[in-house]
């Protein structure tokens, strides 16, 4: 019995520094990043470079068009996506009697997750720039940003919504309310810090990919913020790829290209950091 006491302690110490190391492993990883887009990037970072319009063949001046375009196809985004996500996670957790046809629905939301974003990039530029005539703009990459979300904000909506005490529902019901009126009053105010988090996360995705607008609605450079939805923008990512692989003056532009990166870095981690210091609190709070 010692033995097999001992062996297990073992086992467990072992399991356990192995899932340390993995841990750590990560956090170094991402500390090497951060210090060497600090590094790098720092030199550009100013006041100046964000507020300002490119210069001189995009070798000097800042990023504030591209920044501001991330912002609208970031909010175009999830402005598309998150009714018709929340909608799809209500339909399944709520309504949706379990059988072949759910299963078959979950699967393809999860397979969708999957899916490589050029491939969104090309079925957004045959689709909304062709087939519906959006032209490349800001609108089309909204609607190919908000596809390539619309998978993450479902799932983390769905969990949130079943993550709700089965006692809330019963309780609603028992008292006479319909089952609309306790999902729209009970369930989905419970569950709101969930879904909400899972927008944001779908943001900080959206607002990093380069693939999807590339095809859509990214353009080389503009003089002028987009006045339409109709209208081209810039955009971080493919400011980013456009100076890293398109420019001519690459070394001329090297510190633009990691300040830019740098920029685009911070956005990201600020909107996930974001989004776990406010659901520890959210549950925190919580008393069920």
Known sequence: MNKQGSRRKSIQVIAFSFLGVASLSALIVLGLILYFMIAQGSKAISWGFITQFPRHRMTEGGIYPALVGSFYLGAGAVLVAFPLAVSSAIWLSEYARTGWWVRTIRV???????????????????FFVKVLGFGVSVLAGAFTLALLILPIIIRSSEEALRSVPRGFREGSLALGAT?????????????????LTGAVLGVSRAVGETAPIMFTAAAFY???????????????PYHIYVMATESPNYWCTKDLQFGTALVLLGLVLTLNLGVVVWRTRLRRRKKW
């Open 179 to 195: 089952q609309w009126h306790t999902v729209r009053t009970i369930v989905l105010p419970a569950a709101l810090p969930g879904i």
């Open 108 to 126: 393809g939301v999860n397979t969708l997750a999957g899916v490589p974003s050029i491939v969104f990039g090309l079925l957004g530029f045959a």
């Open 222 to 236: 503009m003089a002028k913020l987009p006045k339409s939805p109709f209208d081209k923008v810039m955009a971080l």
